[in-house]
């Protein structure tokens, strides 16, 4: 029996309409790559990207065609985020931080018709553009004043021009709601990297779930500043959900330092950010170097990696700044859980309410999980039994773009390639990539562990655990580190500091000081190039 309920299709192009009617005054502050802080509002926001919109068309871009930004977090990514996927083609967000190799592969394949593209990125466009000859225009966003004078572009258009010769009269159409509304391409540390094409359907319910209080707990009271890119999963959905719910949005341009983005936290009455753990570092030291303090911040979102203890402590003892540790992956939209202490576990003494809080967290509504063993078979949810981590929901892919790499699912479910444990709660904890994982005479042994405990010396500015080849034990933990500036540590200090902490056999074996610790174009430690580094590192064997 059918229901008698509407059928209103789930449109990204709502959650605009939603936030310029009801939100018409919030401000949307940009810092621009121009330099200069622009300040406009939801209503501008929305008649902006009217006017986009009808660009777009005049372009001649057609429903369920690609276009390609490489841009940081800025008004007119926000103006593109809604403008493209409203009128039906599909955002495809490039990260930047590529190889010109790779970004000319991604768009190829992705079969980009136009490239939107930031000033700070006009030497990789010249790089890519004569490689490219399905795109159509590349379009700087930017006004005529700043315009290149000289560039080695084919048909370079101003973003500024563009929009300012359209009505801001647009009516966003409506469609099915499964169409394709964005696309991202996943790290791809081995083989080519493999589209995930997000649908509005998902999209909004991701909106949805990810503002709730036990997820992202987004709401009109907030003040977000998104430091994870609009490049990197759509900046963890905060540009769909700060329109959902009318909150005032903060984006800092490529000015991503700690002097930066503390000035702009601080001016804005920032009280919400989220980002990976390389990025706070940098606001972490400058903050304790000046002794300062937030006097709006009150809680940072954190994942795309495991967020060590130490930044924790760091942030909630000394800066009042509650940690929000959620996890998540391309493949999902990105939000898969959010570590929200239950109502008894607040009471629980500040230690083991850390503990917890290093999890990764329980699962929003909507996705549903699992672990299994290397035989497929279902782990009991008991905080010890580890095994990969498989998901299920209406925001996880079912394949990649254009069928790429085969059916991913194993019986319904999408294999993350993560190790995880689950406890009674259901409170999900990684400990490992499988890929990552060091497997010591048969047993294995998490590096994230490992690595947590090594940022909690005072001595470590960022630690990486990777497995070394070993004669007995086929490998063994080594642990990569670098120093703080001016600090002095040995590798018997560190390896000490483990006693008590952890079986003793998971002890690293080794450490190895480097300067610096190759980072992914997300901010993520490169395991795999560190594996090559070290791939003739010779363990003690005493
Ligand atoms: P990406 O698709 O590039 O965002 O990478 C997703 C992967 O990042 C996941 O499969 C995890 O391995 C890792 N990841 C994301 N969030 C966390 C977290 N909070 N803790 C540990 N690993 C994480």
């Known amino acids: ?18 936030a310029e009617r009801h939100h018409g005054e919030q401000e949307v502050v940009s810092r621009r790559v121009e330099g200069d802080i622009h300040r406009y509002t939801y209503r501008d926001l929305a008649a902006r990207s009217r006017q986009l919109a009808n660009a777009l068309q005049a372009l001649g871009v057609g429903f369920g065609e690609r276009v390609a930004t490489l841009a940081w977090n800025g008004h007119r990514h926000m103006e593109l985020y809604y403008a493209v996927s409203g009128s ?70 101003c973003y500024e021009e563009l929009v300012a010769a359209q009505p801001d009269t647009f009516a966003w159409p409506l469609f099915d709601e499964n169409s394709a509304s964005s696309l991202c391409y996943t790290s791809g540390t ?45 900046a963890w959905g905060l540009p769909y959900a700060a329109c959902m719910v009318g909150a005032k949005l903060v984006l800092p341009g490529p000015f991503l330092d700690g002097k930066n983005l503390y000035e702009l936290f601080e001016r804005e009455g920032v009280t919400l950010s989220a980002g990976v753990p390389t990025v706070w570092q940098g606001l972490l030291a400058h903050v304790e170097t000046n002794g300062l303090k937030f006097s709006s911040m ?36 990105p939000l898969g859980t959010a570590c929200v202490l239950k109502a008894s576990q607040e009471k629980l003494p500040a230690e083991q309410r850390l503990a917890i809080q290093a999890k990764q967290g329980r699962a929003v509504f909507g996705v549903d999980m699992k672990i299994v063993d290397e035989q497929g078979q279902t782990l009991p949810h008991d905080g010890k039994a580890a095994g990969e981590l498989l998901v299920r929901g209406p925001w996880v892919i079912a394949s990649y773009f254009k ?36 497997k010591s005479g048969g047993e294995w042994i998490g590096s994230i562990d490992l690595e947590n405990i090594a940022m909690a010396h005072p001595a470590v500015a960022l630690a990486a655990c990777i497995a070394a080849s070993h004669p007995k034990w086929d490998e063994r933990p080594l642990l990569v580190v670098v120093r703080k500036a001016g600090a002095e540590v040995t590798r018997e200090q560190l390896l000490a500091f483990y006693d008590g902490k952890i079986a003793r056999w998971w002890t690293p074996d080794d450490v190895a000081f480097v300067d610096a610790i190759p980072l992914g174009a997300t901010g993520k430690v490169q395991k795999n190039r560190l594996r090559e580094i070290f791939r003739e590192h010779r363990l003690p064997t005493a």
């Open 1 to 18: 029996m059918n229901a008698s309920m509407m059928q209103q299709p789930l449109l990204v192009s709502s959650l605009l309409i939603h």
């Open 403 to 438: 069928g790429d790499g085969g059916d991913p699912l194993v019986d319904g479910w999408f294999p993350t390639g993560d190790v995880a444990t689950i406890d009674a709660d259901g409170f999900m904890q990684i400990t490992d990539r499988s890929k990552d994982v060091i």
């Open 190 to 234: 081995t083989g080519n990297p493999k589209g995930a094409l997000y649908s509005h359907r998902s999209t909004v319910l991701h909106c949805y779930a990810s503002a709730l209080p036990d997820a992202l707990n987004v709401s009109a009271r907030e003040v977000i500043l998104p430091v994870v890119p609009m490049f990197h999963v759509n």
């Open 298 to 333: 009150r809680r940072t979102i954190i994942g795309g990696s495991a967020c060590p203890p130490a930044m924790m402590r760091a942030f909630q003892e000394r800066y009042e700044v509650s940690v929000l540790h959620a996890w998540g992956m391309t493949e999902l939209s």
């Open 88 to 157: 039906g083609s599909v955002l495809h967000t490039l990260n930047p931080r590529l190889h010109p190799d790779q970004v000319v592969w991604i768009a190829e394949h992705a079969q980009d018709q136009v490239l939107f593209f930031d000033l700070s990125f006009l030497p990789l466009v010249e790089a890519v553009a004569h490689r490219l000859p399905g795109v159509k225009a590349f379009v700087a966003m930017t006004g005529r004043a700043h315009m290149p004078a000289k560039a080695d572009i084919p048909n370079l258009l």
